[in-house]
């Protein structure tokens, strides 16, 4: 018998606000323990939230771009429970009235082929703080500065069918988080979290079975290790005829397995009802087109501007847009490139060609983001004018790229003080050429019995005796015009 999978991601982003949802704590990351709280996130007797105006904005932002319908009024519900890190005993959130719903994301998968993924809804809520529990297991500590920072809450329909398919979708959907600003999406600080309620079912079926949801996966990696691995459990107990539970399960690293956390709650566990603190929310037709005026390009139509405009092909246009600073980065290279040489469509490919090539490189080398380096766009199209003009060779350019990103030098001003400008007179690389040939007799010989390599080491000690200055084209040139009369 054949099965399939059904996989449906609830997603967890901090919202990138100054301050928390509620009240005016900062939101910045790193602060010593329970050094950003104050009475409202603290949930002391007598204090009113008050809600945060950039958090709903980024909710609407998010909204838009997975295309979803706006709610004109909202509430916010409380949701009960009992948990340290949580003071109030109840979490702030949406239950009945969400800020949006019935949208999708669209997924682009193999071979072109695309998949649009619904989205149930889309709710504000506030996070509950952390609880770090010391190693010996005698206590256990709770930091609250998290508390009441804002999250959006993304609840996709049960429509993806593979792992493959849910790592393209978070891809997907982080590219969108970052591109319009709403978040950071840092998973290592947890500013995006995911769960994932997975079932199996006999292939053709429509009903859907009891759903196990895994919580709290925190990299992408273990979100995709969780589900191949539930998604094995429940078809073996298929197979043996085996009843599948809703309940709950928590990823185990050490053993690669998910494990049992509890029995899964309904809505009526939390016992919500409407928040009374709160009033409700009206967003008017106004304000929606007002930030839907000034949102920024989304990474899919993007893609598709710079692969027309750009002639740009997949490989790039992946690595290029991997994140909004290295497209804008991309981008403004492009506009310098023109005063250097009218019309783009050859300079784009050169600065795409350095971009996914040497410094994206160097930044996975260093484990560094483009921000932290000094390289600016001015820096990178006055280095790859250097190489077009005949100025320096490729391979000086790479050489000097790294002083570049670190120190913030210009490209000019180190080939000057270094002395690399590169050797184009014949003359003196055809008497570099002649020493080498004089000094290699062997080599030579080994190269007239069909060895190839032999001319490539030929071609390195002539680059070698020049300090890589030399044209390296001519090099190639001259050598073969002698070795073809030796």
């Known amino acids: 018998m054949e099965y ?178 709403v978040s950071d999406c840092k998973m290592e600080e947890g500013s995006l979290r995911f769960e994932a309620n997975i079932s199996v079912r006999e292939k053709g079926q429509t009903h859907l079975p009891p759903r196990v949801e895994i919580k709290n996966l925190n990299s992408f990696k273990i979100v995709l290790l969780a589900i191949k691995h539930e998604i094995e459990r429940q078809t073996k107990m298929l197979e043996k005829k085996e009843k599948v539970l809703q309940e709950t399960r928590l990823w185990d690293e050490e053993k690669q397995i998910t494990r049992l956390m509890r029995s899964k709650e309904e809505a009526h566990d939390y016992r919500y009802f409407p928040e009374p603190d709160l009033p409700p929310l009206f967003i008017s037709e106004e304000e929606i087109e007002k930030i839907k005026k000034e949102m920024p390009e989304l990474p899919n139509v993007r893609k598709e501007r710079f692969i027309t405009k750009y002639r740009m092909n997949e490989y790039d246009s992946r690595i290029i847009l991997s994140d909004k600073e290295t497209a804008d980065f991309f981008e403004e290279c492009l506009k310098l490139g023109e005063n250097v040489y009218p019309g783009t469509s050859i300079f784009s490919k050169d600065i795409a060609n350095w971009i996914a090539g040497p410094v994206t490189r160097y930044l996975n080398e260093h484990n560094t983001p483009l921000s932290k380096t000094q390289i600016t766009p001015q820096y990178l199209v006055e280095l790859i004018s250097l190489v077009n003009k005949g100025l320096i060779n490729q391979n000086t350019a790479k050489n000097i790229l790294p002083e570049i990103l670190e120190k913030g030098k210009a490209p000019q001003e180190i080939v000057k003080e270094k002395g690399l400008i590169q050797v184009t007179d014949e003359e003196e690389i055809s008497q570099a050429v002649d020493k080498i040939l004089k000094e290699n007799q062997q080599v030579i010989d080994d190269f007239k019995k069909g060895k190839t390599n032999a001319f490539s080491f030929l071609v390195g000690q002539v680059m070698k005796s020049t300090k890589g200055k030399a044209n390296p084209q001519t090099v190639n040139k001259l050598l073969k015009q002698k070795l073809e009369i030796l």
Request: hydrophobic letters at 35%.
């Open 4 to 181: 399939e999978p059904v996989i449906g991601l609830e997603i967890h982003a901090e919202l990138a606000t100054k301050t928390k949802l509620f009240c005016s704590c900062s939101t910045k990351f790193g602060a010593s323990p329970n050094s950003q709280v104050c009475p409202i996130c603290m949930g002391l007797p007598g204090v009113l939230p008050v809600v945060n105006e950039k958090a709903v904005e980024h909710m609407i932002i998010t909204a838009l771009a997975l295309n979803c319908t706006i709610t004109r009024q909202t509430k916010f519900d409380r949701k009960n429970y009992y948990y340290p890190d949580l003071p109030k005993n109840y979490q702030i959130s949406q239950q009945y009235f969400p800020f949006a719903k019935d949208g999708f994301l669209e997924i682009k998968l193999l071979g072109d082929e695309k998949k649009k993924i619904g989205i149930g809804n889309i709710h504000l809520e506030e996070d509950a703080g952390k609880n770090i529990h010391l190693e010996n297991g005698k206590a256990s500590l709770v930091d609250l500065n998290r508390t009441g920072i804002p999250l959006v809450e993304i609840v996709t329909k049960p429509d993806l069918r593979s792992p493959e398919e849910v790592e393209i979708f978070m891809d997907t959907l982080r590219d969108i988080l970052l591109y319009t600003e």
